[in-house]
């Protein structure tokens, strides 16, 4: 009886992977850019190619960054997250089907900090950090919350406003040339994120009298 529990302890098990590779099969059948995907050699960290390795290395050595989550960002942002509520980034994760939840390839674009010390792990680890979250493209915002605790002021990011040239090499980093074949103006999109209302124009600068 054991023997027999045993035998179908294991077919199950290879019922289970036969399903799962079926199921990306399919994906990969359906979508092209998902085998594109898996088949090419990059490895994507959205915050080492941002910084350079040289300086990603020496931030996360430091110990002196880690992620906490959009709950405490919401704190203080409040008419931001109300303005971005229906936001694709923060719904990323749903996007991942036919086997790909847990997939290393996907994870770094669909998760805050994946791949990062102290980044999203997997759904059941790191609840929390699921989808594209605000420290998804500012990097780690422990920092942040410390200096705007004291001096009401932003700061404390590695990717964060004071240093566009390393914000929108977090966005690009994700949204390639294979990802994003709709995405038609970079700079038209990356500046309605300067509004928590993405249907709000960008206010323009007034020359001074």
Not at 6 to 15: E, H, M, N
Request: proline share 5%.
């Amino acid at each position: 009886m054991s023997l027999m529990r045993k035998i179908s302890g294991r077919c199950a098990v290879a019922l289970s992977i036969l399903i799962f590779a079926g199921n990306i099969l399919h994906a990969a059948d359906e979508d092209p850019r998902i085998k594109e995907e898996l088949e090419s050699s990059r490895q994507v960290n959205p915050l080492k190619q941002a910084l350079g390795e040289s300086e990603y290395n020496k931030a996360m050595r430091s110990g002196k960054y880690y992620y906490v989550g959009n709950t405490k960002c919401r704190l203080c942002h409040r008419k931001f997250f109300l303005g971005r509520k229906k936001d694709p980034h923060d719904y990323a994760m749903k996007y991942l089907k036919g086997g790909y939840e847990d997939s290393p390839k996907c994870l770094p674009c669909h998760s805050t900090g994946y791949g990062v010390p102290n980044g999203f792990v997997s759904k059941k680890e790191t609840p929390r950090l699921a989808n594209v979250q605000c420290e998804g493209c500012h990097g780690p915002g422990n920092r942040h919350i410390k200096i705007a605790r004291k001096t009401k002021k932003g700061g404390g990011f590695l990717a964060g406003a004071d240093r566009p040239d390393v914000l929108k090499k977090m966005c690009k980093s994700c949204h390639t040339e294979r990802w994003d074949r709709s995405y038609k103006d970079f700079h038209a999109a990356y500046s309605k994120y300067k509004n928590a209302d993405p249907n709000e124009k960008p206010k323009e600068k007034t020359a001074r009298k």
